[in-house]
């Protein structure tokens, strides 16, 4: 299982998650505001965004590291 986690397949296959987390979570922030506006009922959807946006910075830090650790 180790051999696997800091195989570079798996941190490619991170970084891919971690595009996906960061253009979902931006559509769902940009098609809420457009669609309801800032809005006290649209919260969640925000908040969901933005956990999805920062789940794609912490997968991006943990690639980085990845490529510089021996």
Request: cysteine-free; proline content about 4%; hydrophobic content about 60%.
């Amino acid at each position: 299982m180790r051999r696997l986690v800091r195989s570079e397949s798996y941190a490619r296959a991170r970084l891919v998650t971690a595009t996906l987390f960061a253009v979902f979570g931006a559509v769902i922030i940009v098609r809420t505001l457009l669609k309801v506006g800032p809005v006290a009922a649209a919260v969640p959807a925000y908040i969901l965004g933005l956990a999805l946006l920062a789940l794609a910075v912490v997968r991006f830090r943990d690639y980085r590291a990845s490529r510089r650790a021996p």
